[in-house]
């Protein structure tokens, strides 16, 4: 996989020469290129903003700097042999940054990332690679930062791990929190490691059993438990096909039962002190 990253401040990319993805790069799974867009300013300033078109506060980041810099980007990647490329506009107002997504976008060749600073990037640059190629909005949070580097730092470290080879266990991501499948709008449960005893806490005593079957159902319910009390949103959002009869049985016990209304979708009420809400 090919990324490029296009930004003012190149030394806020450095954490991604480190841990999983500074390994990935060093053993020639991810192909990684920091731009600084300054270098494509004509101006002794180095500009890459202006005062927005209708006034208001705060300042825009310019087409031509934009513009320059992703078609001398395209044109390097093509000419190295990447493939069609995808481009990743961390922003607030784009779409929830998932796991989901996280695995759609490890499935693609090459992504070249906007991190934009100050308002944000003229609206017509977006528009106009988006006649050229995918264009991903994403959002990493309800929360705006001062620029979208830390945006690129999470999507790149969520996307790298899923590429093959990247994890020493490449089992390692199929329980995590929101992976697809049984655990895609799940949280994942705690875990333990040893020693069996510390400060006066055991672990478990089913982790201990080695029966196999037992410690997946614990497991299971853990992360009932833990997502009814941290997203009780996901369990709402489930689809029926989602929960088995234990699994029922365990949400039952942690306050839940089907809406009669609902039950063909899956949506689920809690209950509190016998009141539906």
């Given at each position: ?146 620029g979208g580097e830390a945006a690129v730092l999470v999507v790149t470290e969520a996307v790298a791990r899923l590429l093959p080879g990247v994890l020493g266990n490449a089992e390692s991501h199929r329980d995590d929190s929101f992976a697809p499948g049984a655990m895609a709008n799940l949280l994942e449960g705690p875990v333990y490691t040893k020693p069996p005893e510390w400060r006066g806490r055991d672990i478990p005593e089913v982790l201990l059993s080695g029966h196999h079957g037992k410690i997946a ?61």
């Open positions: 996989m090919r990324l490029d990253v296009v930004t003012i401040f190149p030394e806020y990319l450095e954490p991604l020469n480190v841990s999983l993805v500074g390994k990935a790069r060093a053993r020639g799974q991810l192909d990684v290129h920091v731009h600084d867009l300054r270098e494509w300013t004509y101006d002794r300033h180095n500009t890459v903003d202006d005062t927005p078109y209708g006034g208001g506060p705060g300042m825009v980041m310019k087409t031509d700097p934009w513009g320059d810099a992703l078609d001398c980007v395209l044109a390097d990647g093509y000419e190295t042999g990447s493939r069609t490329p995808a481009l990743i506009v961390p922003t607030p107002s784009g779409r929830p940054f998932t796991q989901e997504l996280a695995v759609e976008l490890s499935e693609r060749p090459w992504l070249v990332f906007t991190p934009a600073r100050y308002e944000g990037i003229d609206r017509r640059v977006i528009d106009e690679y988006a006649t050229r190629m995918p264009v991903y909005e994403v959002s990493i949070g309800d929360y705006v930062l001062a159902r614990w497991r299971r319910d853990e992360a009932l438990r833990r997502t009814t009390a941290n997203r009780p949103d996901l369990i709402e959002r489930c689809d029926p096909k989602a929960f088995d009869k234990k699994d029922r049985e365990m949400l039952s016990i942690l306050g839940w039962t089907p809406d009669p209304e609902g039950e063909p979708y899956g949506r689920f009420w809690r209950r509190t002190e016998g009141v539906e809400e």
